[in-house]
């Protein structure tokens, strides 16, 4: 079984739709969960992170994590064009600083 | 913060030869790391890199086909040697000052 496992998607909503990204992770340890969006032809950037439970605002971004289900979301809200790249959950990897990914979710958000 | 410069951004190459790709960070860090991003794959982890030091590789993953050097706190290279199809792949850099940071990726194809 995978660290962190991520619906690749792809995903495509239309422009001012609420998105939902989910992934689901094994190791019950994790305290730290991030989301990274990667655009094409680019590396993976920080957009957020949380630690343990609960939520994370930012702007339009809200991260959620259910340690109970082990179930990590991202929601993002009022969805703009600029909004499409691929979205990637992570977490620590037992080795130290390096990250465990999921597959990533391809969102397009048309106009 | 970190700012990594990475290269080539893209390369097609001939199976059986090697291709040395160069990463470049705008500080000092301690370690680096060498990521591969295959099609439809999450980002995994080939090796940990510390100046003055082996790299350290990750299960499936092995030096003689992916040397690495660490001559410096600023610079790394990963070499993909004997290359083959399978090794068509986005290679990433990062590195973790407070987060991880990454490379814009150089995107191999072998043919």
């Known amino acids: 079984q995978k660290e962190v496992e991520q619906d690749p998607g792809p995903l495509s909503v239309p422009e001012g739709a609420i998105v939902s990204l989910n992934c689901t992770y094994s190791n019950s340890a994790f305290q730290y969960f991030m989301w990274y969006r990667q655009y094409s032809r680019k590396g993976p950037e920080l957009l957020m992170y949380t630690y343990s439970s609960g939520n994370k605002e930012d702007g339009r971004f809200t991260a959620q994590v259910d340690k109970s289900s082990k179930y990590i979301s991202l929601f993002i809200r009022d969805s703009q064009p600029s909004d499409s790249a691929t979205y990637l959950c992570?977490?620590?990897?037992?080795?130290?600083?390096?990250?465990?990914f999921g597959k990533g979710t391809s969102l397009l958000v048309t106009p | 913060s970190a700012v990594i410069s990475q290269k080539p951004s893209r390369d097609i190459c001939q199976r059986g030869t090697s291709l040395t790709i160069q990463c470049q960070v705008d500080?000092?860090?301690?370690?680096m790391f060498w990521y591969r991003q295959q099609p439809g794959q999450s980002l995994t982890l080939i090796a940990t890199?510390?100046?003055?030091?082996?790299?350290?590789?990750e299960s499936g993953f092995v030096i003689d086909k992916f040397p690495i050097s660490r001559p410096n706190l600023t610079f790394s290279t990963l070499t993909v040697s004997n290359m083959s199809p399978e090794d068509s792949s986005i290679y990433l850099c990062?590195?973790?000052?407070?987060?991880?940071?990454f490379g814009q990726g150089t995107r191999l194809t072998v043919v």
């Open positions: 990062s590195v973790v000052t407070g987060q991880a940071f």
């Open positions: 500080s000092q860090v301690t370690m």
């Open positions: 992570a977490t620590p990897s037992n080795s130290g600083y390096a990250l465990n």
């Open positions: 890199a510390n100046q003055g030091s082996e790299a350290t590789y």
